[in-house]
């Protein structure tokens, strides 16, 4: 065969799928494929993107396969290189499904068993995400400020005064993106240091974990050997005692001895209930930095730049739909552009305004708002004329222990909450209280019709909210 006869013997294989798959589907998927060589009885495709490759596999494999099989014979095998948009480009290789039973994975976890079970100070995988770089992240009003305190936490960890750097704001505007990129771009620049990039919830299961087993100091001494401690969610400590005391230890020691904090957070400091003073003292110490809602500038932004990364390609006016029509997180683009593709994919539509509106639509009306603890506490003390601290105080008036015992009765069942931590995040009290709020409340809604009709008049105030 010669050199570049498998470009002859891809455009074989296109000429058959053109025949099997709509125009259109051939045209997104199918002509942006780079056939790169052919060795070993393996073909290397170039993708344009992680996002292009999870798709054709998902969608494609079986025609693919057969199709390959066909031209090239019945053993060659497949695999992938996904292009990067970076400088320099770089390819990353990755097997296909039928070509080796290697499960594909992007984002590596983090297990427990990755913490040392002693202090020695080994080589540290940080756990970041290199995909959330400052290269990808796109700047707009909304995040200039904290993406410039990124950057400078970036050139010089912990030699700034933003130590701690704790970013805040709601779901999806970038907190974690932004919390990594910084962790990249020290690796980059500092490879010698030891970066880790852990969840809070992460955190707090380890440290359950080392307790459990009897190695709570080793647990302590490796989280003091980092150099640079990233903890995302930190709002996920609320109410557990604890690994609060544990983390403030560890808080002390990194501070003192000149390494970086940074931490992220759905809510500013002051709001986070169920947190220890000292900690929320110490959160406030550096810089605290709010990521606020995209504005429709930076949702355009976004999104074109996600379009070219993925390698697709989407006319302006659906872009400014998308963008004036989903506001708040980031996150949601990014799920209506896959929405949008699947959908022009499988019922064979071109991306135009009309796809865009029905997707946009459905997803909008999909929509049902998550219920916090704070949504609870004020639809409840709105109810009862109660003002919203009356909750969190001692007191034991009728009305506000029975406000307090239905808001602990609604977190119950509308949140995700453990009972211990309803409990901090309501009036302070343990976990057996709740249990005890939810036992009353159950009755009370058995033997008392108008109760009953009470606690659902709240309950549609709650989800009207
Ligand atoms: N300014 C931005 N530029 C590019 N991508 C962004 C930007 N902001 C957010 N994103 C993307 O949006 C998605 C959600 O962002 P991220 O996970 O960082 O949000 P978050 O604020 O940490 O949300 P949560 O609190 O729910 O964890 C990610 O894929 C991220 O890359």
Redo the contacts with the bound molecule.
Sequence with gaps: MSKNNHVGLWNACLDIIRDNVPEQTYKTWFCPIVPLKFEDDTLVLQVPSQFFYEFLEEKFLDLLRQTIHKVFGERTKLMYSVMVVKNPPTAVPLPTHSGSSTPVSAVRKTTTKDIPQTPQITELDPHLNRD?NFE?????ES?KLSRSVAEAVALNPAKTIFNPLFFY??????????ANAIGTKIKELYPEKRVLYVSAHLFQVQYTDSVRNNTTNDFINFYQTIDVLII??IQEFAGVTKTQNTFFHIFNHLHQNGKQLIL?S?RAPVLLQGMEERLVTRFKWGMVAE?EK?TVE?RKD?LR??IRRDGLQFPPEVINYIAENVSD???DL?GIIISIMAHSTIYNKDVDLELAQRIVRKVTQNESKAITIDNIINTVCKHFDLDTSAIHTKSRKREVVQARQIAMYLAKNHTDFSTAKIGSLIGNKDHATVLHACKTISELKEVSKSFQAELEEIQTALKQQ
Aim: charged content about 25%; overall charge negative.
């Design positions: 959330y990808t992240f796109i700047e707009g995040n704001g709601a779901s999806g505007v970038g907190k974690t993106h932004l995302d969610d992220t759905d990521l995209p930076l976004i730049n996600k997180s980031v996150r990014e």
